[in-house]
């Protein structure tokens, strides 16, 4: 690992020259305040480290760091997608099988029925029945793409997401309760 820094004779902490040549001034105090903010995100002292970690080096504690640092750009870029609207959290993973309660034309809960989950739109699902022997989510939708490409229609399905089941059982016990 590099090192960020470089001690003179007197001891005094200087950028290490490498990384002057790497990178612009402003490119530099970003990585350095990430090091730093990591650092401090521990919570810990010099000497705590040095206590927890004594067989450590500095450049393993800083890779660590560094580590941690990829962790929350991850969490940063969710929280990001979250706050613009392209984070979903779905009720199964795509290729589950779900149950739905099918309404009819008055909106009324008449009947539950098994489909593939696909995907989550708002507050909308995305099913299909299934096709042939189809059973896994790639397959199903290389099938919808030909019938797409072919034909112009396929037959995908789509639902309010509150009508919509992880379990047969549960579907059926939301009819149960929508029968007046």
């Excluded at 970003?30 to 810990?44: K, R």
């Excluded at 909106?107 to 995907?119: H, K």
């Excluded at 490409?149 to 009819?175: G, H, I, Q, S």
Aim: net charge negative; aromatic share 10%.
């Amino acid at each position: 690992m590099e090192r960020l820094t470089r001690r003179d004779s007197v001891g005094q902490a200087l950028l290490a020259p490498e990384w002057e040549e790497k990178y612009k001034a402003h490119e530099l105090i970003d990585i350095l305040l990430e090091c730093l903010a990591a650092y401090e995100d521990t919570g810990l002292t010099p000497a705590q480290i040095k206590y927890i970690l004594p067989k450590q080096s500095a450049e393993e504690a800083v890779e660590r760091m560094r580590d941690e640092k990829e962790r929350y750009d991850e969490w940063f870029a969710w929280k990001q997608a979250e706050s613009d609207g392209r984070l979903v959290v779905l009720p199964c993973a795509p290729g589950t099988e779900v149950w739905v309660v099918e309404r009819d034309e008055d909106g009324c809960a008449a009947d539950v029925s098994g489909f593939m989950f696909l995907a989550k739109a708002g507050d909308a699902v995305i099913l299909t029945p299934y096709i042939n022997d189809l059973d896994n989510a790639q397959d199903t939708l290389a099938y919808h793409m030909q019938e797409t490409a072919e034909n112009y229609y396929t037959n995908l399905a789509v639902f309010p997401a509150d009508d919509c089941y992880t379990t047969r059982e549960e579907a059926e016990k939301a009819l149960e309760g929508m029968e007046v």
